[in-house]
Antibody, heavy 122, light 108 residues
Framework: QVQLQESGPGLVKPSETLSLTCTVSGGSVSTDSYYWNWLRQSPGKGLEWIGY???????HYNPSLESRVTISVDTSKNQFSLKLTSVMSADTAIYYC??????????????WGRGTLVTVSS | EIVLTQSPGTLSLSPGERATLSCRASQSVGTRFLAWYQHKPGQAPRLLIYGASSRAAGIADRFSGSGSGTDFTLTISRLEPEDFAVYYC??????????FGQGTKVEI
């Protein structure tokens, strides 16, 4: 079965760049069926969608983060990645990767990773 | 951006009781572009309901969803011990960004 696993540093200094990778196992990131997403949950807050990438490299981001976010895909490694620049304490969160179908009526997130905690602190 | 407001924030119930969770949208998300997730600490969120009322694969039939437009409900008919968790609604209408409610914690 398909599984998603987030990885990356758990501590990032303010003003630096947060970089995370999601590895897809048991399936292919190159499928035409799915978008590959990043989401996060800040302490005491709800879930926030950050953006998605398609295997072609097409992306779409949440306007609230768009100026600082880049999501990319590496089909040779079966991975996709998140970069968030100029981080601040408000970016401290559990970061999740997840997939959703391309079909407009089915864009719920049917598979998630367990998440990885990233703390922004000097 | 469509804002989803969940109520109550916390629901204190006992095993065997019925849980009714509400999700209200700031504008219509149509008849089916609403999903519900269960989330336990340290675990991946799990899809329960999509299309407002369709159960995801492997989800027990004690979970049911209803509603359309701006008002949606998740009902757990008889709580099992493993059902105590946080539940989120999410809209995936054509209006990006996709958004989530702030969650309802179901506790003993």
């Amino acid at each position: 079965q398909v599984q998603l696993q987030e990885s990356g540093p758990g501590l990032v200094k303010p003003s630096e760049t947060l970089s995370l990778t999601c590895t897809v196992s048991g399936g292919s990131v190159s499928t035409d069926s799915y978008y590959w997403n990043w989401l996060r949950q800040s302490p005491g807050k709800g879930l926030e969608w950050i953006g998605y990438v398609f295997h072609s490299g097409t992306t779409h981001y949440n306007p609230s983060l768009e100026s600082r976010v880049t999501i990319s895909v590496d089909t040779s490694k079966n991975q996709f990645s998140l970069k968030l620049t100029s981080v601040m304490s408000a970016d401290t969160a559990i970061y999740y990767c997840a997939r959703n179908l391309l079909v407009p009526t089915e864009r719920y997130f049917d598979l998630w990773g367990r998440g990885t905690l990233v703390t922004v602190s000097s | 951006e469509i804002v989803l407001t969940q109520s109550p924030g916390t629901l204190s119930l006992s095993p065997g009781e019925r849980a009714t969770l509400s999700c209200r949208a700031s504008q219509s998300v149509g008849t089916r572009f609403l999903a519900w997730y269960q989330h336990k600490p340290g675990q991946a969120p799990r899809l329960l309901i999509y299309g407002a009322s369709s159960r995801a694969a492997g989800i027990a039939d004690r979970f049911s969803g209803s509603g359309s437009g701006t008002d949606f409900t998740l009902t757990i008919s008889r709580l099992e011990p493993e059902d105590f968790a946080v539940y989120y609604c999410q809209q995936y209408s054509g209006t990006l960004p996709w958004t989530f409610g702030q969650g309802t914690k179901v506790e003993i």
